[in-house]
């Protein structure tokens, strides 16, 4: 079935640090691709989406490519903030059209210290 | 803008109660989705409903039902409840057009402590 693979940290950066959370993903079909973000003791928050292969999605200084040659979807930020301190959670959904599940990874906590 | 309600917010019960977790979609969102996400875990999805019609079914356990009624609303029974469903159970709702995928929005979920 389909799957997805990252980071799992945790991982502790310092502020204006560069951030890279790596996701891969195992589909059949083309998927939708997704970051998530949960702020602690909250739900699940859209951070940015691509629907197809050589989309960029971006979101707050956040980036991620849907690459279909790597079947990744990493994320990136030049200068992470303290407030980004969170749980990444990357997802993908199945082909476009339709009401589809998720299927996340396994979620990457991150603190970032003043 | 409103947004997916759940209640409880939180809920304790012990080994072999019931609980019933209820979900309240975004006005006009006619599709809901459960999510379970054990500790340190990553969200699971267990069923969806899409005009009252369970549409999709992942790894709910049969000791679990839930149904989505006429206003939209969804609810998720769980019966003889075990230690192990403890977790934080989402819900989330889109509105699907049939053409590019619609996002899911997501609940603050409710907690679940089995004890």
């Known amino acids: 079935g389909d799957s997805v693979t990252q980071m799992e940290g945790p991982v502790t950066l310092s502020e204006e640090a560069f951030l890279t959370i790596n996701c891969t993903y195992t589909?059949?079909?083309?998927?939708?691709l997704f970051w998530y973000v949960q702020y602690p003791g909250e739900g699940l928050q859209l951070l940015l989406k691509?629907?197809?292969?050589?989309d960029k999605g971006s979101n707050k200084g956040f980036e991620a490519t849907y690459r279909k040659e790597t079947t990744s979807f990493h994320l990136e930020k030049g200068s992470v903030q303290v407030s980004d301190s969170a749980v990444y959670f990357c997802?993908?959904?199945?082909?476009?059209?339709?009401?589809?599940?998720?299927?996340f990874g396994k979620g990457m906590k991150l603190t970032v210290n003043p | 803008a409103a947004g997916v309600i759940q209640s409880p917010r939180h809920l304790i019960k012990e080994k072999r109660e019931t609980a019933t977790l209820k979900c309240y979609p975004i006005?006009?969102?006619?599709?809901v989705y459960w999510y379970q996400q054990g500790p340190g875990q990553d969200p699971q999805f267990l069923i969806s409903?899409?005009?009252?019609?369970?549409?999709d079914k992942g790894s709910i356990p049969d000791r679990f039902s839930a149904q989505q009624f006429s206003d939209y609303h969804s609810e998720l029974n769980m019966s003889s409840l075990e230690l192990g469903d403890s977790a934080l159970y989402f819900c989330?709702?889109?509105?699907?057009?049939?053409?590019?995928?619609?996002?899911?929005?997501f609940g603050p979920g409710t907690r679940l402590t089995v004890l």
């Open positions: 409903f899409y005009e009252k019609m369970q549409s």
């Open positions: 006005p006009r969102h006619d599709t």
């Open positions: 997802a993908l959904s199945g082909p476009q059209g339709g009401s589809e599940k998720l299927v």
């Open positions: 691509a629907t197809k292969a050589d």
């Open positions: 589909a059949t079909g083309y998927p939708s």
């Open positions: 989330a709702s889109n509105a699907p057009t049939g053409g590019s995928y619609n996002e899911q929005f």
